[in-house]
């Protein structure tokens, strides 16, 4: 029993002719007879009795017809919800970003496409690059923001945002008052890094090397206890100067806490990348999200 056959028997039934059926659903008289021939042999029952020049239903088609217009109905409502979804008027989509795009822009741009698209539930997650990426490839996610390339191949990700990373000092740190600070210098000064193994401490040593300039930090701060927290109230509470994402502590700044130093030689900067398996390509929902997150960064 196919989901044609049950049309044509709900449109036969409801216009009592093998020939006006035919006409309705633009389909050779035949072959409606063939079809209703068919599902009689199938079902093992007569679904129709002629009376002069109408075909009423039997008890059995009356009954089959019950659970024709249930099973239609149920298909034109899935049609109507995914050409719903299709034009972005209803639907979920669930986001992933790493804590940097979290805190740089991911919330922003989730609140402007909220506005345009009211009726799209987003389910928002954060977490570390390694958990966003098993999500992706187990179907937690459909979009996710990472701070490097996913290691799957099944996972497609293009380069989206680019953040900087700067030194921050005590506002009375005698560095401040300098225009330009050195590595040489900011390595001369008790400094406050990230863990052994991130992704930022590992650029910061090749940079300090490239220099031949020694990386000894005078405190580290591992992952499991919030590294832009904790380097953001350590510099603010006069431990020493700090490297962190310039999107960390643009407050902090802007409210005086903290003093950002002008160290050109740093140049340290991570990209963001955007990423989604390879087969939510033609997913109309993230396709939407990376298109509208492409659009917001162009206008950044």
Known sequence: ?????????????????????AENLRVRQPSVSLLIQGLQRELGVKLFERLGNQYCLTNAG???????????????GIKEGMDEIKGLKKG???VG???????????????KFKKKYPDIEVVLKTQGNDGLERELLEGGLDVAMLSWPPRSQ?????????????????????????RNVSLEDVAKERFIAPGRG?????????????????FTPAIEINTQFGIRDAIRNAVASGLGIGFIAKC????????????MLRVPELNLKRTIYIAIHQNRQTSPLAQAFRDFSKRSQERR
């Open 198 to 214: 991130t992704p930022v401490r590992k650029q910061l040593e090749e940079i300090f090397a490239e220099k031949a300039i020694s």
């Open 1 to 21: 029993m196919t989901l044609h056959q049950l049309k044509i028997f709900s449109t036969v039934a409801k216009l009592g002719s093998f020939t006006q059926a």
């Open 62 to 76: 009356e009954e089959l017809l019950r659970h024709a217009e249930k099973v239609l109905a149920e298909v034109e």
């Open 248 to 259: 960390h502590v643009a407050g902090d700044i802007k409210a005086g806490r903290v003093k």
């Open 97 to 111: 970003g790493v804590p940097i795009a979290m805190a740089s822009f991911l919330l922003l741009m989730i609140q």
């Open 92 to 94: 979920k989509i669930r």
């Open 154 to 178: 099944l996972l497609l990700a293009e380069p989206y945002y680019e953040e900087e990373f700067v030194v921050i000092a005590p506002p009375r740190h005698p560095l401040v008052k300098r």
